[in-house]
């Protein structure tokens, strides 16, 4: 029989679970000069206004801001400072963050000003959630409407 985690892999937060090539979209950026601190994997993004050239840049966006996805972490590092390259996992994307409470699956979510997924209340719609969601711990989540 197949054991699909036969490694025993733990899933970290920002990673990419599952690209679908027909929907996800992962976009090649680097982190903007003008971001002060360094950003973690799993933080929304927005696209940075003062951006030069045509490399997409990108600063941390706020719970009430609109982002264009949710940083994603790579085999080597999980915090980003200005000027690094990065990617991010914008509509279509699977991706692992942490539950701010217990979640149903296709709750719609939205990000907490701490970083963790809720169910929307009053902020800005990130995606769905694709498990259940147990508090404080690390779930998968189907970002749907980075920009809404």
């Known amino acids: 029989m197949l054991n699909l985690n036969q490694q025993a892999l733990i899933p970290v937060l920002g ?4 690209n679908i ?4 979209l992962v976009i090649s950026g680097q982190i903007s000069a003008n ?3 360094a950003i973690s994997a799993g933080t929304f993004v927005k696209r940075d206004p003062a951006q030069v ?4 840049q990108y600063l941390a966006a706020d ?5 264009e996805g949710v940083l994603l972490g790579t085999s080597k590092t999980d915090t980003f400072a200005a000027g690094e390259p990065c990617s991010v996992g914008s509509v ?6 942490t539950a701010k409470t217990t979640l149903a699956p296709q709750v719609k ?17 990130r995606g769905i959630a694709f498990d259940p969601g147990i508090t404080d711990e690390v779930s998968r989540f189907l970002i749907t409407n980075p920009v809404a």
């Open 35 to 37: 971001q002060a601190t």
């Open 92 to 97: 279509g994307c699977i991706v692992y963050l």
């Open 15 to 18: 990673q990419l679970d599952l």
């Open 109 to 125: 979510v939205e990000c907490n000003a701490d970083g963790s997924m809720q169910a929307v209340d009053s902020g800005k719609q």
């Open 21 to 24: 090539p027909t929907r996800g």
């Open 53 to 56: 050239g045509s490399l997409p």
């Open 63 to 67: 719970a009430d801001e609109d982002a």
